[in-house]
Structure formats: C-alpha cells, structure tokens
C-alpha cells in the first residue's frame, strides 16, 4: 500500500514538471506534433500517476489483493513504455519509438480491468 502511494505521489509531481517542461522548455524547439506527443504522454502519465494512488488507498482497505498489486505495477510499466516512448520521441524525433508506445497502453488497460476484477471481487 504505501509504496503505490509513494510510487503515486512522486509520479505525480514528475508528470507535472515534463507538463511543464513541454509547454515551457520545449516551445519553439520541437516541431508542433511532438509538442503534442509530449503533452499525451504528460497526460496519460498523470491519469496513471493518480491510479497508483487509489490502487494505494485501495489496498489500505483491502486484506491483501494480488490483481491490485499487479495492477499498480502494470500502471508504472505503461507510464514507463507509453509515456516515456512519447517523451523520448518528441525530444529525439525518432518516431521508431512509436512501437513502444502500444505496450505501454496495453499496460494502462490490463492494470484497469485488474482494479474492476480486485475491487468487484473484494466488495461484493
């Protein structure tokens, strides 16, 4: 539990300073697509970042759940593969990197349906 609400909370504050960075660091130095690359990774990886914090709150309610768990990593490995591929790609250009970027997406779903599964299963 306080570990997805550490791994929540400092992923909160780096979601919010690469927002930044785009909007601010990255204006006039990066063609317009990437700039908008960078904002969807800044933004998945907020949403994200916020899910490993009810995964955290979750699991303080909850005896001890496995799918849970799992579903707060796969949340770190999406914004690991999803984020960080849009991340290095608006700054490199290398849009090979886009091959990256489903996984990581993929990793945003799976964690999801993990939580409906966990939290369907703990309280019904």
Known sequence: MRLFLLL????????IAL???????????????????????????????????????????????????ASGWLMLVGVVLFSGSLYVMAVTGVTKLGAITPIGGLAFIVAWVLVAVAVYKQFS
Do not use: C, P, R
């Not at 929540?8 to 979601?15: E, H, T, Y």
């Not at 904002?39 to 914090?53: Q, V």
């Open 8 to 15: 929540g909370s400092i992923n909160m504050a780096l979601s």
């Open 19 to 69: 927002g930044a960075f785009g909007a601010h660091g990255l204006k006039d130095k990066v063609a317009e697509k990437m700039i908008a690359n960078w904002n969807t990774g800044a933004h998945y990886h907020m949403i994200h970042a916020l899910g490993m914090l009810v995964v955290g709150i979750l699991l303080s309610k909850v005896q001890s759940s496995g799918m849970l768990t």
